[in-house]
Each structure stands twice: as structure tokens, then as C-alpha cells.
């Protein structure tokens, strides 16, 4: 009896100081926040490149989240035939294709890799691992990724390290003193000085066309030419080459040279080719595609997936997990909540509306959502998202948890309400077993439910907070 009073005190004082904290949180982000019904919805938007090429726009994660981790959201769109220069962030960052195609090369182990990518695919890019994005495709590339500030200087909303560089962007490079580069490049001052000067377009360059930028293009065929798996014979043969043409006094002089920069700052940044020899030939990790992978829940109203770190490895490092729903026009997912995650979602088609309920039961957001929104969901708390009448309503998204997510649904046919019910929850409701049972078998679907068959259900009978008061 003394250990249920302690437990039960012990509880209360959880409860208590929960709230608390809970309170003052959601209150200072309730007077920040111009829209309070807006709370729940990513709103701070902040430009973080744009040039004739592309641009990249995050939405920045509300901080303070009593000691749960948060997501930003990232938007990144480059034209047709276009390099998002080499660079390393302090965040790991997963992307995901929605449209185009693109190459993304990254250093794995040492080792300089590409992969091609398609629509759907879901990569990972872990922190401080230098990469570079190319859309070689005519048409344009569209891409969403979360961006982990975790491990972040906590500078900005995160931070790029350009590799490549020269006045726009500037590279890391050129913050060292002249002789230091002189000596670790092995090269004169002339020489560097036409590598770290020549760039002045800005993060996403156009390559390969009439506007192309000579030094990035030059640096992507390298990139073509040498295969990357046989860059140590390629860059025997360009040396025996170099060799030959030094002799020639002729533009391609200039050519030879910027192709040499390049080599060596490759070789210079991303690692030592005997390291890379005895790191032995392990394959860096393959890509997941999201719109590839089989429902883990459908019925008529819609589907959901989920893609985690037993489905794509590389997810488990970074604790983030991804999945994909569509609800059919008039559907909802059933009330919910994340025991485990918090979760964000974009919606990438039609329109719905989504409800978030505050731990004390009261409504913390009811807005409509429209394709482009983002939103997230603070991890325990109640929520479920409705398609409107007329369209469906897809979204996307990620969590913070790259273990099954498990959801915990509230309502519907397998849900907490069905295998909570007996005395306990009546007299929790101060109802009779009877009515109880009647009620929380009323509903024959799971997960996904249909909002349209009851008249109940339709949007004047169903005030935000009208149950709570
Ligand atoms: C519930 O909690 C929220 C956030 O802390 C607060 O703004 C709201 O006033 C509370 N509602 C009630 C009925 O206590
Ligand atoms: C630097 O370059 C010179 C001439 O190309 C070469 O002889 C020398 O071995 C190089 N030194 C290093 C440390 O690579
Ligand atoms: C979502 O479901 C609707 C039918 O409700 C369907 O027309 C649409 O193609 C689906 N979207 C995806 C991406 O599967």
C-alpha cells in the first residue's frame, strides 16, 4: 500500500511539473507567435541560398522543447543542368526527392562515391561529411530534407562549409594564410590564387551549357573522367598527360591547371589515397525509395508508410525516421499521438485540416492545411489530420525516432479506447459500462476513418473545443 501512495505521489509531482514546464513553453510560444492557431505550423522561413541556379529555404524549428529533439525543414529547388557546390554541414541532413533526378556525390570512408538519384528516393548526408548535389536532368529538381541541429554550432540555423569556392561563396580554404596553402597544395601563390578568385556565383551554379561556369564544369567532368573508383590510375594518367603537354605553351595551358587544382584540392580535402587503398572497397550505403515501398496500413479511406532504420540502415545513426500517407478526400487519421517521436510533416497534395490538442485537453491548433504547409507535432501530444471533402490530402514527413514509431491511436477499431475498455475506463468517463461499450465500438474502421458517413461528424457539429468546456 506505502509503495502505491509513494508511486502515485511520485506521478503527481511528474504530472505537475510536466505541466508546468509545458505551460511556460507553450505560453512563450503562444505570445511570440503573431497567430496563435497557427502555433503548430512552421512559419520561419529563412533564404539560405538563391541564385539564377536555385535556391534553398528552411523552415526553422521552434527551440525550447522540454529535452526533445527538433527538425528543420529544408526546401531546396536547382534548374535544369545545375552543382550545389561541394560543401560539408554541421547537420546531418536526409533528403528526399520529389521531382527530378539528381547525382549526389559525398566522401564515404574516405572514398569519393556518387549515386544517382530518382524520384522517392531518401538519402542520408551525416554531418561533417563533405557532398555536392548535380541535376544534370532538363528539368527541374525539387528536393525536401530535415536538417539535424543537434550536433550543430548552434551559429545559425545550420552551417555550410564550402569546399570549392572563391568570392561567392568563399571557401574554407581561403581562410588560411597564403604560405600555409602554398605548402599543403604543394603549389605557387599564382596558382592558388586563380582557384580560391575565380568563383563569384553563389552556392548552385549552372554547369555544362552556355552560361556554364568553366571552373565547376571542368570540375564535374573530373568528376566523370575519373570514375571515382579509379581515381589513383586516372590520376597517374593525368599526371604522364600534364607531363607530356607542359611543353606546349598554349590556352590549354589554363585548362590543364584548373584541371590539376582541382585534382589536388579533391586529394587534398577529401582524404589521402593510401588511406583510401587500405580502407579496402566497402560500398557506401545505397539509397530507399519512399514511393516504392509496399502500404504498412491500407484500407478504402487510405495508406500510410513508414521507412525506419530497419528498412534503410543509415537512419539509425541519426535517429530520424520518414513516412508517407494519403488520406482520401473525406478521411481523417483517427486521433493519435507519438510515444515516442515528434513528428513534422509537409503536405505535397490537396488540402485537409489537421487538430492538435494541449496535454490538459484543451484545442492547441486547428488550421487548415494546403500543399506546401508544414506542421509538426510535439511528441505525446494528441493529434489527427482530416483531407477536406473535395481532394485528397497527402503528406510526408519525418520523425525523431528511427525505431518503429508505434503510434498510439485513441480512437477506432484498434485503439487504446477499444483495448482500455471495462470498468475502469466507464468509471474514468463516469459512464455505464454499457453506454462505454456502445460508444467505443461504434466505430468499425481503424487508423484511417471516413468523416463523411456521420452527420455528426460534419464541420458545424464538431467545434474545436466544445467537448473540453
Ligand atoms: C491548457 O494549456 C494551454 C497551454 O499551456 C493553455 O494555454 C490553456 O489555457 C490551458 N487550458 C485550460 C483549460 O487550462
Ligand atoms: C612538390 O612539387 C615538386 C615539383 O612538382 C615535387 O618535386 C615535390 O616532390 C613535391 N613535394 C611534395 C611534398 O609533394
Ligand atoms: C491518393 O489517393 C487518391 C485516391 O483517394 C489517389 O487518386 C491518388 O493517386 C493517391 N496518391 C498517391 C500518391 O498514391
New binding site residues.
Given amino acids: 500500500m506505502g509503495s502505491r501512495v509513494s508511486l502515485l505521489i511520485l506521478f503527481l509531482v511528474l504530472c505537475h511539473s510536466l505541466?508546468v514546464t509545458?505551460?511556460?513553453?507553450?505560453?512563450k510560444e503562444?505570445e511570440e507567435r503573431e497567430d496563435p492557431d497557427k502555433l503548430f505550423l512552421m512559419l520561419k522561413s529563412k533564404r539560405v541560398a538563391k541564385t539564377d541556379a536555385g535556391e534553398m529555404r528552411v523552415l526553422e524549428s521552434y527551440g525550447g522543447r522540454v529535452s526533445e529533439r527538433s527538425l528543420h525543414i529544408g526546401f531546396i529547388t536547382m534548374e535544369p543542368r545545375s552543382l550545389f557546390v561541394p560543401q560539408y554541414l554541421d547537420s546531418t541532413m536526409i533528403i528526399f526527392l520529389r521531382s527530378g533526378e539528381a547525382k549526389v556525390g559525398f566522401i564515404y570512408r574516405d572514398r569519393l562515391a556518387e549515386r544517382h538519384l530518382k524520384m522517392g528516393d531518401v538519402y542520408q548526408i551525416p554531418a561533417g561529411s563533405a557532398f555536392y548535389l548535380v541535376n544534370m536532368e532538363d528539368q527541374k529538381l525539387d528536393i525536401i530534407c530535415s536538417i539535424d541541429p543537434s550536433e550543430s554550432l548552434g551559429v545559425d540555423i545550420f552551417q555550410s562549409f564550402y569546399i570549392g569556392g572563391g568570392a561567392h561563396p568563399a571557401s574554407v580554404l581561403s581562410g588560411f594564410e597564403p604560405e600555409i596553402l602554398e605548402a599543403a597544395f604543394n603549389a605557387s601563390g599564382a596558382e592558388l590564387r586563380k582557384l580560391f578568385t575565380r568563383q563569384y556565383e553563389g552556392p548552385i551554379v549552372h554547369v555544362g551549357d552556355s552560361h556554364a561556369t568553366s571552373i565547376w564544369t571542368k570540375f564535374l567532368e573530373l568528376k566523370e573522367e575519373d570514375k571515382l573508383e579509379h581515381m589513383r590510375e586516372m590520376m597517374q594518367e593525368e599526371e604522364e598527360e600534364d607531363e607530356v603537354e607542359e611543353e606546349e605553351e598554349s590556352g590549354e595551358e589554363e585548362e590543364q591547371q584548373t584541371r590539376w587544382s582541382w585534382r589536388k584540392l579533391l586529394e587534398t580535402v577529401f582524404g589521402d589515397e593510401a588511406v583510401r587503398r587500405e580502407k579496402g572497397t566497402r560500398r557506401p550505403p545505397r539509397s530507399c525509395n519512399l514511393y516504392e515501398r509496399k502500404p504498412d496500413f491500407e484500407n478504402r479511406y487510405g495508406w500510410s508508410v513508414a521507412i525506419d532504420g530497419s528498412h534503410y540502415f543509415p537512419l539509425k545513426r541519426s535517429g530520424v525516421g520518414l513516412y508517407h500517407v494519403n488520406l482520401s478526400a473525406g478521411s481523417m487519421m483517427a486521433p493519435h499521438m507519438n510515444p515516442r517521436a515528434t513528428e513534422y510533416g509537409i503536405v505535397l497534395k490537396g488540402t485537409g485540416r489537421i487538430q492538435i490538442v494541449?496535454?490538459?485537453?484543451?484545442n492547441?491548433m486547428d488550421a487548415e492545411i494546403k500543399e506546401g504547409d508544414v506542421f509538426f507535432i510535439p511528441r505525446y501530444f494528441a493529434f489527427c489530420q482530416m483531407a477536406s471533402r473535395g481532394q485528397p490530402l497527402e503528406f510526408f514527413g519525418f520523425t525523431t525516432s528511427a525505431q518503429r514509431n508505434r503510434p498510439q491511436f485513441l480512437v477506432g477499431a484498434t485503439s487504446l479506447m477499444r483495448t482500455m475498455l471495462g470498468p475502469e475506463l466507464a468509471a474514468a468517463f463516469g459512464v455505464t459500462q454499457e453506454t462505454m461499450r456502445r460508444v467505443a465500438n461504434a466505430q468499425h474502421e481503424a487508423l484511417i476513418l471516413p468523416i463523411t458517413s456521420s452527420s455528426s461528424a460534419s464541420h458545424s457539429h464538431f467545434p474545436s473545443a466544445s467537448y473540453?468546456?
Fill in positions: 505541466s509545458m505551460g511556460r513553453f507553450w505560453r503562444v494541449f496535454p490538459n485537453g484543451s492547441a473540453s468546456e
